[in-house]
Structure formats: structure tokens, C-alpha cells
């Protein structure tokens, strides 16, 4: 039951932070150009459907947990207790509810509308903030938290969602200004950095009661400590490109395979993070 967790968090998040952050770069990257509006919205609806599907697969797993068999998961009675009277379940509730709505939009000839997508996919986003690590205090200080959170999942999900929608333009690079994008890209890169860093930072102080939890290599430690080198690559990838973007243009193709190692590295963190979810936090003292 635990790998399934893992793996069905791990599907989940990659694809809402995905959604998030193809259609929060939209603007930035494509400006008016709409060539890529039909491939975005048919990637954001498959996204969309996996979302969905490991969404509700969530829902069944912790019912099933909750009740300590596989068989309450499916059974209507236990699933209704559990989405109307714990805290994860009310939560749950609303965020297939936008999930659903979501899904819908992508199959209305108003699929490509920034002002439609860009809310439902942030609201969907800002329902995972509260999940998992993000409810363990209460009072203002787990409403602290919980912010806290929705920051470092916006920070992941704009810059692993803006990785996919560079790639859609590195793939049809015909009509489009790759400098000047991979600049604008790159720009915004420093305050998502900047973003990720300080909420990750906040975040394992807060859980831990220290800067890095000991011992440093076994447990929540040494999965944290993977996810920061991940982290870390994607800093170096995103800097060497930062450093070639005069040359770009002649080199695409170099260039398509680092920004495609770098998402992948991305999607390597969101499986650590997708793990430390099921770990309890190392506390110090």
C-alpha cells in the first residue's frame, strides 16, 4: 500500500503542478502567438485526466489505510465518512470537485482561455497545499504553514510547468523568438528560485526544529537530501543555459535535450517530495 501512495502522489503532483505552470508561462512565452493554444490544451486535457484518475486513486488508498483494508475503499459507506468527516476528506472533496470542473473546460471550445484555466489550475494547486506535512499544526501557525506550502508549490509547479511548455516551443521552434523567450524564461527563473528556496527552507525548519534533520543520510534525511541535489542539477543546467542563450537559435537541438534533462530532473524532485509525504519528519531535540 505505501509504494502505491508513493506512486499515486507522485502521478498527482507532477500533473497539477504541470497544469499550473504550462498556463501561468502562456503569456510570457507565447505572448499573442497562438500556434501552440490546440497542443497545450490537448496536453493540458490528458494531464488533466491523469489528475483525475490519480486523484480519486488517492482518495481510495488513505480510505483504505484509514480503515486498515483494501476493501473499505471501495465500499460507499466508509468513503462517504471519510470525505465528510476528516479533514483530508473535506479538502479531497473540493479539489476532484475542481478537478472535474477543469476536465470539463478542456472539452469546451473554451479550453484555451487563459482567464478560465490559470484560476481553476491555481485553485487546484492551492487544494495540495493543506495535504500531508502541510496539516500537521494548527492554529495560525498551520495556517502559516499551509501558505507557506502554496508558495513552494507554486514556485515547483511554474517552473516545471514553464520546462514543459519550452520544450512544446523547442519541438515547433518555426515562428517563435527562442532568445528572447529562453531570456523571459530565465528571468522569471530567479524569483522562482529565490521562491523555492526560502518556503523549502521554512518548511524543514518547521517540520524538523532545525535547518537539516540528522542523521543526514537514512530516512526523511538522506530522501531530502536527494531532492535537494536534484534541485541543485537543475540550478546548474538552468545557469549553462542561461550562460549560451547568444547561440541559441544555431544550436536547438543541445538545447532541447538540456531544458528536457532539466524538467526530467524536476520530475525526479516532485518523486522525493512525492516520498517524503509518507515519512514523518526527523524532529531535532
Same mark, same amino acid.
Given at each position: 500500500? /505505501? =509504494?502505491?501512495?508513493? #506512486? ?20 510570457? %512565452? ?16 490528458? %494531464? ?15 480510505? /483504505? ?6 476493501? +473499505? ?25 475542481? =478537478?472535474?470542473?477543469?476536465?470539463? %473546460? ?33 492554529? #495560525? ?14 514556485? $515547483? ?22 532568445? /528572447? ?12 528560485? +529565490? ?7 521554512? =518548511? ?16 526523511? /534525511? ?8 536534484? $534541485?541543485?542539477?537543475? #540550478?546548474?543546467? !538552468? ?17 532541447? =535535450?538540456?531544458? %528536457? ?13 512525492? #516520498?517524503?509525504?509518507?515519512? !514523518? ?5
Amino acid at each position: 500500500m /505505501a =509504494n502505491a501512495m508513493v #506512486l499515486c502522489r507522485f502521478l498527482h503532483f507532477s500533473v497539477v503542478l504541470m497544469l499550473f505552470g504550462a498556463w501561468v508561462f502562456r503569456p510570457l %512565452l507565447l505572448g499573442r502567438l497562438t500556434a501552440l493554444d490546440q497542443p497545450l490544451a490537448r496536453v493540458s486535457r490528458w %494531464l488533466a485526466i491523469v489528475a483525475l484518475a490519480s486523484g480519486v486513486g488517492w482518495l481510495l488508498l488513505v480510505t /483504505a489505510n484509514m480503515a486498515g483494508a483494501w476493501e +473499505a475503499a471501495f465500499d460507499p459507506s466508509i468513503l462517504w465518512r471519510v470525505l465528510g468527516r476528516t479533514f483530508f476528506g473535506e479538502v479531497w472533496a473540493w479539489h476532484l470537485l475542481l =478537478n472535474g470542473l477543469l476536465l470539463i %473546460l478542456l472539452l469546451t471550445p473554451w479550453r484555451s482561455s487563459l482567464c478560465l484555466q490559470l484560476p481553476l489550475s491555481g485553485l487546484l494547486l492551492a487544494t495540495l497545499a493543506p495535504i500531508g506535512h502541510g496539516a500537521m499544526l494548527d492554529g #495560525l501557525a498551520g495556517q502559516l504553514l499551509i501558505l507557506n506550502q502554496l508558495v513552494h508549490l507554486a514556485c $515547483v509547479g511554474a517552473w516545471l510547468g514553464g520546462l514543459m511548455l519550452l520544450l512544446m516551443i523547442l519541438r515547433r521552434p518555426a515562428g517563435h523568438r527562442v532568445r /528572447a523567450q529562453l531570456m523571459r524564461f530565465s528571468g522569471v527563473g530567479y524569483v522562482l528560485v +529565490a521562491g523555492l528556496l526560502i518556503s523549502g527552507l521554512i =518548511n524543514v525548519r518547521v517540520l524538523t526544529g532545525a535547518f537539516w534533520p540528522t542523521p543526514l543520510l537514512s530516512g526523511f /534525511a538522506l530522501i531530502l537530501l536527494i531532492k535537494v541535489s536534484l $534541485v541543485t542539477a537543475m #540550478l546548474g543546467l !538552468a545557469l549553462f543555459n542561461r550562460l549560451r542563450t547568444d547561440d541559441c537559435e544555431q544550436r536547438l537541438a543541445p538545447l532541447r =535535450n538540456s531544458v %528536457l534533462l532539466e524538467w526530467l530532473l524536476g520530475l525526479g524532485a516532485v518523486a522525493a517530495v512525492s #516520498l517524503l509525504g509518507t515519512l !514523518a519528519p526527523m524532529i531535532s531535540g
